[in-house]
Antibody
Framework: QVQLVESRGGVVQPGRSLRLSCAAS????????MHWVRQAPGKGLEWVAV????????YYADSVKGRLTISRDNSKNTLFLQMNSLRAEDTAVYYC??????????WGQGTLVTVSS | QSALTQPASVSGSPGQSITISCTGT?????????VSWYQQHPGKAPKLMIY???NRPSGVSNRFSGSKSGNTASLTISGLQAEDEADYYC????????FGGGTRLTVL
């Protein structure tokens, strides 16, 4: 069965960096696009970024362009999100999610990132 | 990338039917048949309930159905059950993804 397991988040100071990872199993990782979606405490879902199956195409939400970078290592079945210049408004649960032909069909359990001094 | 518009809350009694609307524009909901619906229980990850406007993934109850007219998509849940109480989100997928603000469903 599909499993997506995000790395532990944590508390990070404003302006600092953090890299999240997501270990995928139960499907052929290299054949599917992957997304990051976040959810601020008590708020709705916000799409962050998507990467194509081969890593050649990446698209970002305007709110994170230039600060967050999505990448993948198909040899290790792992998705990444590099987060730089973090702000308080980046505080959220971050979900790794699998793409399936114009929908998101599987989600990880999420990991909480708190940006605070 | 403006969020799609959903009602903040809806409610219904067990056995009844409810409909949640999701309004976008001709650039997203109205322009493509790539509308999905997700169910999220408190503290849990979202779960795909409907994709491509009206298709149900394997294992999702046929009490859940989706439709679209113009720039507005709809999720209908028939025969409401207590376990349907959750937040529901619509999304539209082009080169990026945009979500609705979410609708809290209360089963009275």
């Amino acid at each position: 069965q599909v499993q997506l397991v995000e790395s532990r988040g944590g508390v990070v100071q404003p302006g600092r960096s953090l890299r999240l990872s997501c270990a995928a199993s139960g499907f052929t990782f290299s054949r599917y696009g992957m997304h990051w979606v976040r959810q601020a405490p008590g708020k709705g879902l916000e799409w962050v970024a998507v990467i194509s199956y081969d890593g050649n195409k990446k698209y970002y939400a305007d709110s994170v362009k230039g600060r967050l970078t999505i990448s993948r290592d198909n040899s290790k079945n792992t998705l990444f999100l590099q987060m730089n210049s973090l702000r308080a408004e980046d505080t959220a649960v971050y979900y790794c999610a699998k793409d399936q032909m114009a929908t998101i069909d599987y989600w990880g359990q999420g990991t909480l990132v708190t940006v605070s001094s | 990338q403006s969020a799609l518009t959903q009602p903040a809350s809806v409610s219904g009694s067990p056995g009844q039917s409810i409909t949640i609307s999701c309004t976008g524009t001709s650039s997203d909901v109205g322009g493509y048949d790539y509308v999905s619906w997700y169910q999220q229980h408190p503290g849990k990850a979202p779960k795909l309930m409907i994709y491509d406007v009206s298709n149900r993934p394997s294992g999702v109850s046929n009490r859940f159905s989706g439709s679209k007219s113009g720039n507005t998509a709809s999720l209908t849940i028939s025969g409401l059950q207590a376990e349907d109480e959750a937040d529901y989100y619509c999304s539209s997928y082009t080169t990026s993804v945009v979500f609705g603000g979410g609708t809290r469903l209360t089963v009275l």
